[in-house]
Nanobody
Framework: QVQLVESGGGLVQAGGSLRLSCVASERTFSGYTMAWFRQAPGAGREFVAAITRTAVTTTYTDSVKGRFTISRDNAVSTMYLQMNSLKPEDTAVYYC?????????????????WGQGTQVTVSS
């Protein structure tokens, strides 16, 4: 059972930045595709970004391209999401997810493991 723990959320003004972290308990972290999703109140879980196991491939939803950067450090079993130029519409609970794979998906059910989420609130 892989455990994922997110941190780094908080309250920030529009235009500000935050960096989210997701630490995995799995020693073979480098074999897992990792992703970030978010869920705003009353909305479904939305794909944000994904990164393959060796970071060769990254992908983003259109609304965050150029503002968010996903990365990972396999040596410390941690994934990151650097979020710049934040907007009020980025307000949501952000979740990290993982699946042992060589590819990725934008669909939540594809992922096997999920963190508990971290709240990001962007004020206008």
């Amino acid at each position: 059972q892989v455990q994922l723990v997110e941190s780094g959320g908080g309250l920030v003004q529009a235009g500000g930045s935050l960096r989210l972290s997701c630490v995995a308990s799995e020693r073979t972290f480098s074999g897992y595709t990792m992703a970030w999703f978010r869920q705003a109140p009353g909305a479904g879980r939305e794909f944000v970004a994904a990164i393959t196991r060796t970071a060769v491939t990254t992908t983003y939803t259109d609304s965050v391209k150029g503002r968010f950067t996903i990365s990972r450090d396999n040596a410390v079993s941690t994934m990151y999401l650097q979020m710049n130029s934040l907007k009020p519409e980025d307000t949501a609970v952000y979740y990290c997810a993982s699946k042992r794979s060589t590819t990725f998906s934008r669909s939540p059910p594809w992922y096997d493991y999920w963190g508990q989420g971290t709240q990001v609130t962007v004020s206008s």
